[in-house]
């Protein structure tokens, strides 16, 4: 496993601010995202939320080759490692239509996936970029974009049972890693623990009523990484510890 740092710098095609979208940067999608697990997801004009269909409305008149849908699960639907999210971002996941793709979160989590033997191919921050995940599967916490990327209480509950039946079709997943405390507060209910006896603390490790392991991680964003909340040591630090997880449960 090569320990090389991560790079700090984005793919030229990457999009982490609505500034970038001035430049030469491509922004438009027409690929359509395959499901890892198909059956189950929510409709492509999911109406759950009307906060979130009002967002979704909205950029669909103002971006129309953008994805702007609920972002499918991706990646390995026989994994044992599944990663939970928070929700897509604007001009990310929500725009591609890939879990963490788009922006620099993907790069740096992709990248480190890549190390671990969790990934297999050249993140391009696109839908199409042939990436591939092997072992691990990414589940968001909730589907559609978020305004400033935070869902209310109501949108988190109400979009957990999709995050539920998703992880119950991966029952060869026992330990998940959250990115995030919203992630982590819906991991815990999504595996049946207990809040707040779970308290989240990066790097802190839950056993679930059923065995299952959850491993808590700071979140991947670039303002994170930028300000010393996460380094590359850290995140390693979380991937490794599911690694050797991995053995005992």
């Known amino acids: ?16 601010s609505a500034d970038e979208l001035a430049g030469d940067i491509d922004v438009t999608t027409v690929f359509a995202p395959v499901s890892a697990l198909p059956e189950t997801e929510p409709p492509h004009d ?10 979704r409305e909205q950029l669909r008149t103002e971006f129309p080759t953008w994805w702007n849908a609920p972002v499918p699960a991706f990646g390995d639907p026989s994994a044992w490692l599944g990663i939970i999210g928070l929700a897509p971002g604007k001009h990310g996941a929500n725009r591609t239509g890939r879990a963490f793709t788009g922006d620099y979160s993907g790069q740096f989590l992709f990248e480190t996936l890549g190390r671990f033997g969790l990934a297999t191919g050249t993140y391009g921050a696109k839908a199409e970029d042939g990436l591939a995940l ?20 109501e949108e988190i509950r109400t979009c957990r049972p999709f995050l539920e039946t998703q992880a119950d079709a991966v029952p060869s997943a026992r330990v998940f890693v959250a990115l995030g405390h919203i992630a ?10 207990r809040l707040p006896k779970a308290r989240f603390a990066h790097g802190a490790e839950h056993v679930m009523p059923d ?10 964003s670039r303002y994170n990484v930028n300000t010393g909340v996460l380094t590359a040591e850290m995140f390693d630090a979380v991937f490794k510890r599911a690694l050797e997880l991995r053995e005992t449960v």
């Open 1 to 16: 496993m090569d320990s090389t740092p991560y790079s700090t710098e984005l793919p030229e095609h990457a999009i982490d």
């Open 46 to 55: 999911c109406p759950l939320c009307p906060r979130l269909v009002a967002v």
């Open 134 to 153: 092997d072992g691990a599967i990414i589940l968001n916490a909730v589907k559609c974009l978020p305004p400033e990327n935070k869902p209310t209480p």
């Open 184 to 193: 982590h507060q819906s991991a815990v209910k999504m595996l049946g623990g």
């Open 211 to 220: 065995g299952r392991i959850l491993i808590d991680s700071y979140h991947c």
